[in-house]
């Protein structure tokens, strides 16, 4: 059995493989969101936070070899093979078959995407803020298929489903979670 490495050593390992800044905020927003949810789910938010910053780890350097190149970069780090499970399943469907089975992954999973059709919906309000922004504004942009047509609606729609969530809930908490990072997002905006 790894080790889950803290937040620095996450931050420091992500900052290595990973060099434009859109990649590190997305893993700031996807951390703070799963903060967020761990404490719905009364779980440990260092080890939830630390999934989600390291989520796409692979993703900067190696694109094509998303969720598998991981696998490797993290057993050479000595990682728990619970966090390396946890970040691989949140490609299930889209770039590897392994299913989200705990919350951790279920949440992983589902929230990826939606925290970028959240971002994208923040930077088009006249406040260019997640502060101010609200679940109607999101679920119209969600169900606008030329808005943010790289976001896969399937997957938020199959996660809420996996956690037994409705989306709005789903999307509402993201939304919360986000906020309580705005700042380190670029999304504390105009207020």
């Not at 990973?18 to 951390?31: G, M, P, Q, T």
């Not at 996996?162 to 906020?179: E, K, P, S, Y």
Request: proline fraction near 2%; hydrophobic fraction near 35%; aromatic fraction near 6%.
């Amino acid at each position: 059995m790894g080790r889950y490495p803290n937040r620095d050593e996450s931050l420091e390992l992500l900052n290595e493989y990973n060099k434009e800044d859109h990649l590190i905020k997305h893993a700031l927003s996807v951390e703070g969101v799963m903060k967020y949810f761990a404490r719905l789910y009364n779980e440990d938010e260092e080890k939830w936070g630390v999934a989600g910053l390291l989520h796409d780890l692979d993703y900067g350097m190696y694109p094509d070899q998303h969720c598998s190149k991981v696998i490797e970069i993290m057993e050479e780090k000595g990682l728990d093979k619970d966090l390396i499970r946890a970040v691989v399943s949140h490609g299930y469907g889209l770039v590897c078959d392994v299913k989200p089975e705990s919350n951790m992954e279920k949440v992983l999973y589902t929230i990826d995407e939606l925290t970028g059709l959240i971002s994208a919906t923040a930077i088009m309000r006249p406040s260019k803020s997640v502060l101010d922004l609200e679940l109607k504004s999101v679920k119209k942009k969600f169900k606008s298929k030329g808005f943010a047509e790289g976001v896969n609606r399937e997957v938020i729609k199959n996660g809420a489903e996996m956690l037994g969530m409705t989306l709005d809930d789903v999307i509402n908490n993201t939304i919360l979670g986000m906020r309580e990072v705005a700042d380190n997002i670029g999304l504390k905006g105009e207020l």
